[in-house]
């Protein structure tokens, strides 16, 4: 059973940082195209990053660029989010979500349960 | 940026309704085009992807059509776990969502 499972939010003041992690399980994690997506309390969706299966390309939304920092480690079977330089409109539930190996680049066929950052003082 | 936009932003429905919801692109997207569900506090679950082909699993009520810049979502009869969230997202390019169609019990 393909898992995947966020930890490492919480809350921090603006201008802080937090190091989001996404432990996979139930698949072949080295081979699949991971990204980030958030959703601010209440609001819509919005895709953060996508790092590929070997770590070689990465995308950012404009709205994280320069301070988010997207990675994995294949043999931990682990995806990561560096936040950095954190704003108050950066609060919102982040989940880790799996590219699909049938629709292909950018489709996000599994979901973790999220973790929520918030940023106030 | 491709923007999404979907109508209506809710809908009353009856179990057996048949509902539809519609999802416009600000541009050509193609077939680049898939829909989630989302319930309260649960991850977003991928219904349709490439605007018409059903992800493995979902009950065939729900069916997509479109392409370019106009698409729709159907429910062709609304069962009571189907009140939920629908979000269109584009992947033509960096991957883009509509602001959502919550679906409540009338």
């Known amino acids: 059973e393909v898992q995947l499972v966020e930890s490492g939010g919480g809350l921090v003041q603006p201008g802080g940082s937090l190091r989001l992690s996404c432990a996979a399980s139930g698949f072949t994690f080295s081979s699949y195209e991971m990204n980030w997506v958030r959703q601010a309390p209440g609001k819509g969706l919005e895709w953060v990053s996508y790092i590929s299966s070997s770590g070689s390309t990465i995308y950012y939304a404009d709205s994280v660029k320069g301070r988010f920092t997207i990675s994995r480690d294949n043999a931990k079977n682990s995806l990561y989010l560096q936040m950095n330089s954190l704003r108050a409109e950066d609060t919102a539930v982040y989940y880790c979500?799996?590219?699909?190996?049938?629709?292909?680049?950018?489709?996000?066929?599994?979901w973790g349960q999220g973790t929520l950052v918030t940023v106030s003082s | 940026a491709i923007q999404l936009t979907q109508s209506p932003s809710s809908l009353s429905a009856s179990v057996g309704d048949r509902v539809t919801i519609t999802c416009r692109a600000s541009q050509g997207i193609s077939s680049a085009l898939a829909w989630y569900q989302q319930k309260p506090g649960k991850a977003p679950k991928l219904l349709i992807y490439d605007a018409s082909s059903l992800e493995s699993g979902v009950p065939s009520r729900f069916s997509g059509s479109g392409s370019g810049t106009d698409f729709t979502l159907t429910i062709s009869s609304l069962q009571p776990e189907d009140f939920a969230t629908y979000y269109c997202q584009q992947f033509n390019n960096y991957p883009a969502f509509g602001g959502g169609t919550k679906v409540e019990i009338k």
């Open positions: 979500a799996r590219d699909s190996p049938a629709a292909g680049l950018f489709v996000f066929d599994y």
